[in-house]
Protein backbone atom coordinates (compact mmCIF):
# COMPACT_ATOMS: atom_id res chain seq x y z
CA UNK A 1 0.00 0.00 0.00
CA UNK A 2 1.22 3.41 -1.03
CA UNK A 3 -0.29 6.96 -0.20
CA UNK A 4 -1.29 9.20 -3.62
CA UNK A 5 -0.71 12.81 -3.46
CA UNK A 6 -3.39 14.46 -4.75
CA UNK A 7 -3.04 17.67 -5.97
CA UNK A 8 -5.10 20.77 -4.88
CA UNK A 9 -5.24 23.83 -6.95
CA UNK A 10 -3.56 26.59 -5.65
CA UNK A 11 -6.41 29.10 -5.76
CA UNK A 12 -8.71 26.86 -3.44
CA UNK A 13 -9.16 29.70 -0.84
CA UNK A 14 -10.59 31.60 -3.57
CA UNK A 15 -13.36 29.31 -3.58
CA UNK A 16 -16.75 30.91 -2.26
CA UNK A 17 -18.17 29.31 1.32
CA UNK A 18 -22.20 28.73 1.57
CA UNK A 19 -24.18 30.75 4.19
CA UNK A 20 -24.43 27.77 6.22
CA UNK A 21 -20.71 27.08 6.17
CA UNK A 22 -20.12 30.62 6.88
CA UNK A 23 -23.15 30.96 10.21
CA UNK A 24 -21.27 27.28 11.15
CA UNK A 25 -17.83 28.90 11.28
CA UNK A 26 -18.71 32.36 12.80
CA UNK A 27 -20.54 30.90 15.94
CA UNK A 28 -17.85 28.26 16.56
CA UNK A 29 -15.33 30.93 16.17
CA UNK A 30 -17.18 33.01 18.90
CA UNK A 31 -17.47 29.83 20.89
CA UNK A 32 -13.82 28.95 20.88
CA UNK A 33 -12.99 32.52 21.76
CA UNK A 34 -15.06 32.28 24.67
CA UNK A 35 -13.81 29.03 26.10
CA UNK A 36 -10.38 30.52 25.91
CA UNK A 37 -10.64 33.58 27.61
CA UNK A 38 -12.98 31.90 30.09
CA UNK A 39 -11.46 30.31 33.14
CA UNK A 40 -10.79 26.93 32.05
CA UNK A 41 -7.56 25.08 32.57
CA UNK A 42 -5.72 25.40 28.74
CA UNK A 43 -5.91 22.63 26.48
CA UNK A 44 -2.44 22.82 25.46
CA UNK A 45 -2.87 20.22 22.57
CA UNK A 46 -5.81 22.25 21.12
CA UNK A 47 -5.29 24.80 18.40
CA UNK A 48 -8.26 25.23 15.70
CA UNK A 49 -7.35 24.75 11.82
CA UNK A 50 -8.66 27.26 9.15
CA UNK A 51 -11.98 26.40 9.15
CA UNK A 52 -12.74 28.62 6.00
CA UNK A 53 -9.82 27.12 4.00
CA UNK A 54 -11.39 23.43 4.97
CA UNK A 55 -14.88 24.44 4.02
CA UNK A 56 -13.19 25.59 0.56
CA UNK A 57 -11.29 22.41 0.22
CA UNK A 58 -13.97 20.20 1.12
CA UNK A 59 -16.36 21.34 -1.18
CA UNK A 60 -13.59 21.18 -4.15
CA UNK A 61 -13.09 17.28 -3.40
CA UNK A 62 -16.68 16.36 -2.99
CA UNK A 63 -17.39 18.82 -6.50
CA UNK A 64 -14.44 16.78 -8.14
CA UNK A 65 -15.76 13.37 -7.05
CA UNK A 66 -12.91 12.50 -5.27
CA UNK A 67 -14.38 10.21 -2.54
CA UNK A 68 -15.39 6.75 -2.60
CA UNK A 69 -18.39 7.58 -0.33
CA UNK A 70 -19.61 9.75 1.98
CA UNK A 71 -18.48 8.94 5.09
CA UNK A 72 -15.89 11.65 7.14
CA UNK A 73 -13.92 11.27 10.08
CA UNK A 74 -12.24 14.06 12.25
CA UNK A 75 -9.06 12.57 14.33
CA UNK A 76 -8.65 14.97 17.12
CA UNK A 77 -11.70 16.85 16.30
CA UNK A 78 -11.50 19.83 19.33
CA UNK A 79 -14.73 21.96 18.88
CA UNK A 80 -15.38 19.65 15.71
CA UNK A 81 -15.96 22.41 13.66
CA UNK A 82 -14.48 20.31 10.55
CA UNK A 83 -16.57 17.60 11.68
CA UNK A 84 -19.73 19.59 11.45
CA UNK A 85 -18.72 21.70 7.93
CA UNK A 86 -18.48 17.77 6.68
CA UNK A 87 -22.48 17.07 8.25
CA UNK A 88 -23.58 19.98 6.44
CA UNK A 89 -22.38 18.69 3.09
CA UNK A 90 -24.22 15.53 2.92
CA UNK A 91 -21.82 13.72 4.52
CA UNK A 92 -22.07 11.13 7.76
CA UNK A 93 -19.67 13.06 10.07
CA UNK A 94 -18.19 11.64 12.69
CA UNK A 95 -15.43 13.54 15.06
CA UNK A 96 -12.93 11.77 17.81
CA UNK A 97 -11.34 13.59 20.78
CA UNK A 98 -9.96 12.48 23.77
CA UNK A 99 -10.25 15.88 25.72
CA UNK A 100 -13.81 15.23 27.39
CA UNK A 101 -14.28 19.42 27.87
CA UNK A 102 -13.79 19.52 24.00
CA UNK A 103 -16.21 16.82 22.99
CA UNK A 104 -19.00 18.38 25.32
CA UNK A 105 -18.33 21.87 23.46
CA UNK A 106 -18.11 20.17 20.08
CA UNK A 107 -21.81 18.25 21.53
CA UNK A 108 -23.09 21.25 22.48
CA UNK A 109 -22.07 23.17 19.54
CA UNK A 110 -24.03 20.96 17.14
CA UNK A 111 -26.70 21.14 19.29
CA UNK A 112 -26.84 25.17 19.04
CA UNK A 113 -26.53 25.00 15.17
CA UNK A 114 -28.85 21.76 14.81
CA UNK A 115 -26.55 19.50 13.26
CA UNK A 116 -26.40 16.03 13.47
CA UNK A 117 -22.61 15.30 13.56
CA UNK A 118 -21.31 12.65 16.14
CA UNK A 119 -18.78 12.88 18.69
CA UNK A 120 -17.07 10.45 20.59
CA UNK A 121 -14.70 10.64 23.62
CA UNK A 122 -11.54 8.93 23.08
CA UNK A 123 -8.55 8.08 21.19
CA UNK A 124 -8.53 7.74 17.49
CA UNK A 125 -5.83 5.50 17.31
CA UNK A 126 -7.20 1.62 16.65
CA UNK A 127 -5.96 -1.69 18.29
CA UNK A 128 -3.51 -3.21 16.32
CA UNK A 129 -1.22 -1.28 15.01
CA UNK A 130 1.47 -2.49 13.51
CA UNK A 131 4.95 -0.81 14.93
CA UNK A 132 2.97 1.93 17.04
CA UNK A 133 5.82 2.21 19.74
CA UNK A 134 8.29 2.90 16.90
CA UNK A 135 6.04 5.30 15.31
CA UNK A 136 5.44 6.92 18.19
CA UNK A 137 8.96 7.89 19.17
CA UNK A 138 8.89 11.84 19.30
CA UNK A 139 5.57 12.82 19.23
CA UNK A 140 4.48 14.74 21.47
CA UNK A 141 1.06 16.38 20.84
CA UNK A 142 -0.79 13.39 19.75
CA UNK A 143 -2.00 11.03 23.03
CA UNK A 144 -0.54 7.76 21.26
CA UNK A 145 -2.65 4.94 23.35
CA UNK A 146 -4.88 2.69 20.82
CA UNK A 147 -8.42 2.42 22.11
CA UNK A 148 -11.62 0.63 21.42
CA UNK A 149 -13.72 3.92 20.70
CA UNK A 150 -14.52 2.44 16.64
CA UNK A 151 -16.61 -0.21 18.51
CA UNK A 152 -19.00 2.76 20.39
CA UNK A 153 -18.65 4.53 16.84
CA UNK A 154 -20.19 1.45 15.22
CA UNK A 155 -17.90 1.82 12.36
CA UNK A 156 -14.36 0.22 11.71
CA UNK A 157 -11.36 3.06 10.62
CA UNK A 158 -11.92 1.11 7.46
CA UNK A 159 -15.55 2.72 6.96
CA UNK A 160 -14.67 5.82 6.62
CA UNK A 161 -14.18 7.67 3.08
CA UNK A 162 -11.90 10.70 4.48
CA UNK A 163 -10.21 11.59 7.60
CA UNK A 164 -9.25 14.69 8.18
CA UNK A 165 -6.44 15.79 11.27
CA UNK A 166 -4.52 19.26 11.93
CA UNK A 167 -1.36 17.76 13.05
CA UNK A 168 1.59 20.03 14.89
CA UNK A 169 4.30 19.88 12.48
CA UNK A 170 6.65 17.45 12.50
CA UNK A 171 3.71 15.13 13.66
CA UNK A 172 1.98 14.18 9.73
CA UNK A 173 3.80 11.30 9.44
CA UNK A 174 2.54 9.63 12.45
CA UNK A 175 -0.98 10.68 10.88
CA UNK A 176 -0.24 8.96 7.74
CA UNK A 177 1.17 5.93 8.99
CA UNK A 178 -2.18 5.70 11.59
CA UNK A 179 -3.64 6.36 7.87
CA UNK A 180 -2.16 3.77 5.76
CA UNK A 181 -2.86 1.13 8.51
CA UNK A 182 -6.14 1.54 9.38
CA UNK A 183 -8.18 3.08 6.41
CA UNK A 184 -10.04 0.91 3.41
CA UNK A 185 -7.69 1.25 0.03
CA UNK A 186 -9.28 4.61 -1.91
CA UNK A 187 -9.83 5.90 1.06
CA UNK A 188 -8.06 9.95 1.51
CA UNK A 189 -7.21 11.47 4.32
CA UNK A 190 -6.70 15.68 4.36
CA UNK A 191 -4.56 17.58 6.55
CA UNK A 192 -3.93 21.03 7.50
CA UNK A 193 -0.36 22.44 7.51
CA UNK A 194 -0.31 25.74 8.71
CA UNK A 195 1.56 28.42 6.42
CA UNK A 196 1.44 25.44 3.76
CA UNK A 197 -2.59 24.98 3.71
CA UNK A 198 -3.84 21.80 2.97
CA UNK A 199 -2.15 18.15 1.97
CA UNK A 200 -4.73 15.59 0.56
CA UNK A 201 -3.51 11.63 -0.23
CA UNK A 202 -5.02 8.82 -1.32
CA UNK A 203 -4.33 5.09 -0.22
CA UNK A 204 -3.88 3.32 -3.34
C1 LIG B 1 -4.31 20.68 16.72
S1 LIG B 1 -5.86 20.22 17.49
C2 LIG B 1 -6.94 20.25 16.10
C3 LIG B 1 -8.39 20.37 16.46
C4 LIG B 1 -9.36 20.33 15.27
N1 LIG B 1 -9.14 19.18 14.43
C5 LIG B 1 -9.23 21.57 14.42
O1 LIG B 1 -8.62 21.48 13.35
O2 LIG B 1 -9.71 22.64 14.81
C6 LIG B 1 -5.56 18.47 17.77
C7 LIG B 1 -6.59 17.81 18.70
O3 LIG B 1 -6.30 16.41 18.78
C8 LIG B 1 -6.64 15.96 20.09
N2 LIG B 1 -5.95 14.66 20.27
C9 LIG B 1 -4.63 14.41 20.50
N3 LIG B 1 -4.41 13.08 20.53
C10 LIG B 1 -5.60 12.45 20.30
C11 LIG B 1 -6.02 11.10 20.17
N4 LIG B 1 -5.15 10.07 20.26
N5 LIG B 1 -7.32 10.84 19.93
C12 LIG B 1 -8.23 11.84 19.82
N6 LIG B 1 -7.90 13.17 19.92
C13 LIG B 1 -6.59 13.47 20.14
C14 LIG B 1 -6.16 17.10 20.97
O4 LIG B 1 -6.79 17.07 22.25
C15 LIG B 1 -6.57 18.32 20.14
O5 LIG B 1 -7.85 18.78 20.48
Redesign the pocket.
Known amino acids: MTLLQINIPEPINTLPVCNMSSQVIQVANQRIEDHITSAQPV ?1 H ?5 D ?1 QL ?1 AQTLSWIIENYLLSGMRFC ?9 TLLASIRGMESIG ?4 PT ?1 VEQSRKLAERLNINSRFFC ?4 PRDITNIDNLSVEVE ?5 E ?1 DIYEEIGLQADDFDLF ?5 PGEYHFFEAIFESAAADGACLLT ?1 RGRDGMNLVRKT
Open positions: INFVQCFFELGSGFGVAIEIELGSFIHVATHDFAFPWY
